[in-house]
């Protein structure tokens, strides 16, 4: 009887990174996501084109690199809130307005915008969706008056649930089942190491250059990130049956609705703290303004740090990671406001603050699309829109309880006590999914 050829899979990685602990970014990102090469073979109950870990580590880089791009205009403008506020001739309230209408763009453009892309190819509709981020910011840049400033920048945020949903979906699929969490993570790392390294030179470069100089740079990134998308990641069609009819029916589940809420008092707290950070660095802390750089990495140290951690634990237990962050929010945050007058104090909180907060965002992000599998286009928007309504609402509040004179400290214990409800959810979610069978 003749030998049957069989596939050789001798060199397919093994479920479990052959690494051993997984202590760097770089090691997580490289040792998580198995290498298969050769022969076509289900992977965790995929079956699909499947790709080598070259190709997948370079397809994430470059999807990582729009996140990036996003982070700088999100994050940076808070860290020059006083440069801005000079240059327009606006007071705090108004000021805020100009983090908060980016915001509110994320939360209405990215369900429209990826129900546009719901039956779209992803990797051409994730190209569109980064020029369109590009020409918004340019507009900023030239914006000639605050009320066509407000305009500008809530066009700037209407791409960026879609960009991060679609791609997330393309490392997702290219990762498999198995290691899609730290996939996610990693693309989503583009936006905390953005914290890390990019505000801090754009705020730099703002007192410099001017704060507009933020706008111009995001543009730049974001055309750069068109290119590197198009060379290194794969054409990827939308599911099939993908369709907006589809992707709405998706929709009716209370675990989703239950998730959103989440995502949005877990993300609150943080937003009204880091709003405000460089006049509570300043004015509470004694920092001078040339410390804000440092102030900002230190916040974007701690983010890096909570994505790849929280992506490590997402794979372990998605519902579980949400809890134990949004505990450490809430602490985290209660601390803050006793102890932000001592400035070395200031700095190790919002380290800790920048990690909690971070470490939700992995673990939301599969949360929800978990919660609508026939709407994963739609629900993966929801997360950045939940993060977003965190933003503009922080942002508010923050301004808010400040102006109502109730100190710089108030931002943190208002925060804390959203961060306090975003536990009672998580045990709520708990609950639904124990309820449903459904692992936690």
């Known amino acids: 009887m003749p030998k049957t050829n069989k596939p050789d899979y001798s060199n397919v990685e093994p479920e479990t990174s052959p690494i051993g602990p997984m202590t760097s970014p770089l090691s997580i990102l490289t040792g998580s996501i198995p290498a298969v090469t050769g022969a076509m073979r289900t992977v965790s109950g995929r079956t699909g084109p499947q790709y080598s870990t070259k190709q997948i580590v370079v397809a994430v880089i470059a999807l990582a690199m729009g996140g990036f791009a ?4 999100e994050f940076a403008i808070m860290g020059l809130q006083r440069d801005a506020r000079a240059d327009l001739a606006i007071n705090e309230f108004e000021g805020g307005l100009l983090i908060s209408f980016y915001a509110f763009g994320v939360v209405l453009g990215s369900p429209v915008l990826a129900l546009m892309g719901a039956r779209r190819e992803r990797k051409s509709y994730g190209m569109f969706l980064l020029g369109f981020f590009a020409v918004a910011h340019l507009l900023s840049f030239i914006a000639p008056n605050y009320e066509m400033m407000l305009v500008s920048r ?3 945020g209407m791409p960026h649930g879609a960009y991060f949903a679609t791609a997330a979906l393309i490392a997702a699929h290219m990762a498999g089942p198995t290691r899609r969490a730290r996939a996610i993570a990693a693309v989503l790392s583009g936006l905390t190491i953005a914290n890390m390294a990019g505000v801090p030179l754009v705020v730099w470069l703002g007192q410099l250059w001017g704060w507009r100089t933020m ?4 543009a730049l990134i974001a055309i750069g990130t068109m290119v590197a998308v198009g060379f290194a990641a794969p054409r990827q069609p939308a599911a099939p049956g993908a369709s907006v009819a589809s992707e ?3 929709l009716k589940n209370q675990r989703l609705w239950v998730g959103v809420f989440l995502a949005v008092f877990g993300f609150l707290g943080m937003f009204a703290v880091y709003s405000f950070i460089a006049d509570i660095a300043v004015d509470l802390a ?9 102030v900002t990495f230190i916040f974007g140290t701690g983010m890096v740090i909570g994505t790849f951690v929280g992506g490590w ?3 372990k237990s998605v519902l579980y990671t949400v809890l134990g962050m949004a505990i450490a929010v809430s602490i985290s945050m209660t601390l803050f406001g006793l102890l932000a007058s001592v400035g070395w104090v200031m700095i190790l909180l919002l380290l800790l ?3 909690a907060s971070a470490g939700l965002g992995p673990a939301m992000q599969t949360h929800l699309i978990d919660t609508a599998p026939r709407a994963p286009q739609l629900a993966a928007t929801f997360q950045h829109s939940a993060f977003n309504a965190s933003n503009g609402l922080g942002a508010l509040m923050g301004g808010l309880v400040i102006d109502m004179g109730l100190g710089l400290r108030a931002p943190a214990f208002a925060g804390a006590l959203f961060a306090v409800l975003g536990v009672v959810v998580t045990l709520y979610a708990i609950h639904l999914t124990k309820r ?4 936690v």
Not at 215 to 218: D, G, M, P, S, Y
Request: no cysteine; aromatic share 12%; hydrophobic share 50%.
């Open 154 to 156: 809530f066009l700037s």
């Open 248 to 250: 709405l029916k998706g």
């Open 70 to 73: 996003i982070g700088v205009t």
């Open 436 to 439: 449903e069978g459904l692992k």
């Open 215 to 218: 706008f111009l740079v995001a």
């Open 286 to 294: 004694g920092f001078s303004d040339s410390s804000l750089p440092f």
């Open 313 to 315: 634990l997402t794979d």
């Open 353 to 355: 603050l920048g990690a």
